[in-house]
């Protein structure tokens, strides 16, 4: 039961480091605006809000499924903190 909670857990908990996150926001960003331009023109050519919807909905599940699940290629420059030090006793007594 541990492992498949811990198997789970994995799976959602998302590590990315600074630049996935820089390179999640620029995917984002370019595929939203081509997704509405693309949908606009093609509603427009189509005169048909359906297909101005549906193009730009099914850009958005696609743009979902590419940036919110922690792919490797969003952790490739991982954070590297220093080690903890352990506690001095140098402290001035009053």
């Known amino acids: 039961m541990d492992a498949l ?3 789970i857990q994995s799976i959602f ?14 995917i ?3 595929t939203l605006v081509a997704a509405a331009v693309v949908s606009f023109i093609v509603g ?7 297909a101005t919807f549906v193009i730009f909905i099914s850009a958005n599940i696609v743009l ?3 940036v919110v ?3 490797p290629m969003f952790n490739q420059h ?7 030090k352990s506690p001095s006793n ?3 007594s009053s």
């Open 13 to 26: 908990e998302g590590k990315i480091d600074f630049e996935g996150q820089k390179k999640v926001e620029q």
């Open 69 to 71: 699940p922690p792919w």
């Open 44 to 50: 427009f050519a189509l005169q048909s809000l359906r």
């Open 90 to 92: 140098d402290k001035k």
């Open 5 to 7: 909670q811990a198997k």
């Open 28 to 30: 984002s960003r370019v």
């Open 78 to 84: 991982p954070v590297k903190f220093l080690p903890a």
């Open 64 to 66: 979902f499924l590419v």
